[in-house]
């Protein structure tokens, strides 16, 4: 989940695990390919999900 914190304004990203040197150099090219493709999918959904979060609080402070 991202940072929640009433005093922290803008966009809060989530930090993705980062590969280790010795992991990536036992990975071949088609492993690293393959995780990149689930990082990237992992960010996107995440982006969604807090996309989809911000709209419903504007919707929620629109009802009041």
Do not use: F, S
């Not at 991202?2 to 990203?13: A, M």
């Not at 989530?14 to 150099?25: D, F, G, N, T, Y």
């Amino acid at each position: 989940d991202g940072i929640r914190d009433i005093g922290v304004t803008g966009v809060q990203t989530c930090a993705l695990p980062i590969c280790e040197w010795k992991e990536r150099k036992l990975m071949n090219d088609e492993d690293v390919r393959l995780k990149n493709l689930y990082l990237e999918e992992q960010a996107r959904k995440e982006q969604e999900r807090m996309e989809e979060e911000a709209r419903d609080l504007r919707e929620h402070e629109i009802d009041e």
